[in-house]
């Protein structure tokens, strides 16, 4: 069946192909990458994700600490507010003051925490983000224990799952930061 192909028709047969083959070659036409210039490249865009840790972490931080002020230099008016119906006796508003005093302080205290580990996120990308994490994890069980009609908010629930979520990124973002930071596979 080929020995009606002559040698000249093979020759133009397989310049086409040849052609074909240099245009579908992905590495055609590219310079190599500097290994160097790779790692900086990935450690830029590995920082970038580390940026977004950071934002989630300002943004829980900034909104924790600010509601919980709000609500510390409100906690009189809502005290009272409350105990308008109650006529037990002034020692129980007392008691509630101390109470909500101590429970707001906490907040504060967690907002204040989840802004250090924003500000400490790009020396100790992972203990920052798991140290909030857990924190975040420990004061909604605690929240949900005291309060536990929180547990019948959608909206609440809702919102739980963005903070979750965002948390989870957070780390996520982190331990690639560090996984390049340290040379990745190279490393």
Not at 17 to 32: Q, R, S, W, Y
Not at 46 to 59: E, F, N, R
Request: a neutral charge.
């Amino acid at each position: 069946m080929f020995s009606d192909i002559s040698d000249a028709d093979l020759r133009s047969s397989t310049k086409p192909f040849a052609e074909v083959e240099k245009k579908n070659d992905p590495l055609a036409g590219h310079t190599p990458v500097d290994p160097s210039q790779a790692k900086k490249e990935a450690k830029s865009a590995a920082a970038k994700d580390v940026y977004q840790s950071l934002w989630i972490l300002v943004g829980l931080g900034a909104f924790r600490l600010t509601l919980s002020i709000y609500f510390l230099v409100n906690i009189e008016r809502d005290v009272d507010f409350l105990m308008v119906a109650d006529t037990s006796g002034e020692g129980d508003r007392d008691a509630l003051l101390l109470v909500l005093k101590i429970i707001y302080g906490i907040n504060i205290s967690i907002g204040a925490m989840f802004l250090t580990c924003a500000g400490l996120v790009f020396i100790m990308p992972l203990t920052c983000t798991i140290t909030a994490f857990v924190v975040w994890i420990i004061s909604e069980i605690i929240g949900l224990v005291l309060n536990p009609l929180g547990l019948m908010s959608v909206r609440g629930w809702m919102i739980k799952a963005v903070i979750f979520g965002g948390l989870l990124q957070a780390i996520n973002n982190a331990a690639y930061y560090k996984f390049v930071k340290s040379g990745g596979r190279d490393g």
